[in-house]
């Protein structure tokens, strides 16, 4: 289990994240969230990301990887 805050221009909010879905962010990641659901453990708001949901990392692909032509 690993905890991330996370935000946009509206504001951040705890993310909790489980097993896998741990490894696969890392600080400065932009990340787009699918069904989660908003909880409040300990009087704090908390996101969490069930069974059914995704934490989908999108990363920005270089100039070498994008196929160039000559």
Do not use: P
Request: zero cysteines.
């Amino acid at each position: 289990m690993a905890n991330a805050l996370i935000g946009d221009d509206t504001g951040t909010v705890k993310l909790v994240l489980w097993g896998g879905q741990a490894d696969s962010v890392s600080v400065g990641d932009k990340v787009q969230i699918v069904n989660a659901r908003m909880r409040v453990f300990k009087g704090e708001k908390q996101l969490q990301v069930g069974r059914n949901g995704a934490v989908k990392v999108e990363r920005e692909q270089s100039i070498a990887t994008v196929g160039l032509r000559d």
